[in-house]
């Protein structure tokens, strides 16, 4: 249990004081923040509570959006956002900054992949500084044309291999990679380079692309092999329990956190 986070969406009712201290009193060592929720109480501060509740923040999500576009199609300047959310993740002692690169520019989709590839190395000299480790995460390939050209973990490897592992590394979703039929051998070949591992299960049937998680336990994923496969491959770090569910969101932060940590116990911890 010592390596549980709660990833900060999975609770979104709460705010981050309200997260901090749920998971302070009840005994989650690691946060992931979501950069909207530090925004409400400033970086500054944010980084205070953590420390006071004796936390540790295992990812700041997000930056990316390297193409342009929102998701719903609105400009975006992806690299100036990420810029800001290096310095926010090196101010809140975050291990990884998640990126979820961008979906099509133009109808382009390889246009739009090298736009993201560039987009990186241009990132690198300021998260080496910085100390900051950037994380790809490849997304379903549903979410290919709105959120993310990069689908598989594969992909997201190639484009992080020409840079040194402190500087980008890949992050294993479940949700988004679970259905690969290459996943094992490609979190195999991923080893040196995994920042993080999220885990969650899809909903039967899946309802809604993005809000069609659910708790681990609840679908068809199998969180220990691939929890197994992580760990073969050398991850040992903080374990993020990330749902997007609207009914969960409904619902008082501290139920939820606490069937969070029931169903990581049941279905995810050895």
């Not at 290919?144 to 992050?171: H, I, K, N, Y």
């Amino acid at each position: 249990m010592d390596r549980l986070s709660l990833n900060q969406i999975t609770t979104r009712s709460w705010s981050l004081p309200e997260a901090v201290r749920g998971c302070a009193e009840s005994g989650v060592g690691w946060i992931g923040l979501w950069r909207d929720k530090v925004a409400e109480v400033g970086v500054a501060e944010a980084a205070r509570l953590v420390a006071d509740h004796g936390l540790r923040v295992s990812s700041l999500c997000r930056g990316g959006f390297f193409t342009g576009v929102n998701p719903d199609g609105s400009p975006v300047d992806g690299l100036g956002e990420t810029r800001r959310a290096i310095e926010e993740a090196a101010q809140l002692g975050a291990e990884v900054l998640v990126l979820v690169v961008g979906g099509i520019a133009g109808g382009d989709l390889a246009g739009s992949r090298q736009r993201v590839a560039d987009a990186v190395a241009e990132l690198v000299p300021m998260a080496l500084d910085h100390g900051v480790r950037l994380g790809l995460e490849p997304l379903h390939p549903i979410q290919c044309a709105e959120r993310s050209v990069l689908s598989t973990l594969d992909q997201a490897m190639a484009m992080a291999d020409p840079f040194p592992a402190s500087a980008v590394g890949v992050v294993v979703d479940e949700f988004h990679v679970w259905w690969d039929p290459k996943l094992e051998s490609s979190i195999a070949a991923a080893a040196g380079r995994i920042a993080g591992f999220h885990v969650c299960d899809q909903q039967v049937p899946l309802t809604d692309p993005l809000l069609g998680r659910a708790l681990p336990g609840a679908g068809p994923i199998e969180h220990r092999r691939l929890r197994a496969c992580v760990e073969a491959a050398g991850y040992h770090g903080p374990i993020e329990v990330e749902v997007f569910n609207a009914e969960l969101w409904r619902r008082p932060g501290a139920e939820v956190l606490a069937e969070v940590i029931s169903a990581y116990a049941r279905h995810v911890a050895a």
